[in-house]
């Protein structure tokens, strides 16, 4: 991957020129590319994500199977109240949106199972500033979550999916990831029942530590939340699995 940043008045652009190239069509990296408007205007949104809506999908070219994810960071809770998408500056760096582009690149190139990253985009405001994300989408992808409560998917077929969980998040942790919010929603099942890990954002590399245990303890109580009758044994039994 080749990562470069590039500013435009008050925003700042960091883009993998690698993925950029790749896209036919060849869209021109400005802040445009971020926003709704850009990709309605020619069409090319074909759906958005489930959450607080700030996730749109898009097909950057009309020939190619490949579509990107444009992700907004918002705000939830009580803060929201007082600002949905403004976040304290304290360095481009110290963004969200660069912070997670680039533990994303690292992961990637690592061969690790995370979206590929496209761009980061970060626009100032004095003090504050707002910022989005573009990662490529994993094709015929759904999350964990969706996987819990379909009938469809046998207990026997469940059971092989959570020790590949399992074995996923051991991957990561081997790469001393940790991810702050290791939730049903955030690990997606792709058509070959591969899991990816997504939602970078705060995420950080640490040290071996009890934050490993924390994060088992996240997803089990977020598999309970989606079904309290899904057993998380297998994933442990993945987790505890060494290559």
Request: proline share 5%; aromatic share 8%; charged share 25%.
């Amino acid at each position: 991957m080749r990562l470069i940043t590039i500013q435009q008045q008050d925003c700042l652009i960091l883009y993998d020129a690698d993925s950029l190239c790749d896209a036919a069509g060849s869209h021109q990296i400005q802040p445009a590319l971020f926003t709704a408007s850009y990709w309605q205007r020619r069409g090319r949104i074909t759906g958005e994500a489930p959450g607080r809506g700030n996730s749109l999908f898009v097909k950057p070219d009309p020939d190619c199977y490949q579509e990107w994810v444009i992700r907004h960071y918002l705000r939830g809770g009580l803060i929201a109240r007082l600002s949905r998408n403004q976040y304290l500056w304290m360095g481009r760096e110290r963004t969200r949106a660069f912070a997670e582009m680039r533990l994303n690149a690292h992961l990637f190139e690592r061969g690790l199972p995370v979206p590929r990253p496209i761009a980061a985009w970060v626009s100032r405001h004095g003090l504050t500033y707002e910022a989005a994300l573009i990662t490529q989408r994993i094709p015929g992808a759904r999350a964990l979550a969706d996987c819990l409560n379909d009938q469809q998917i046998s207990k026997d077929a469940l059971k092989a999916l959570l020790i590949a969980v399992g074995r996923m998040i051991r991957r990561f942790h081997d790469h001393c990831l940790d991810h702050v919010d290791l939730n049903a929603r955030n690990i997606l099942i792709d058509s070959q029942h591969k899991p990816w890990l997504i939602d970078l954002d705060r995420c950080r590399l640490r040290r071996p530590g009890e934050w490993k245990k924390a994060n088992l303890n996240r997803i089990e109580s977020s598999i309970h939340k989606f079904d309290p009758s899904v057993s998380v044994t297998p994933l442990l039994q993945g987790y505890r699995t060494t290559a």
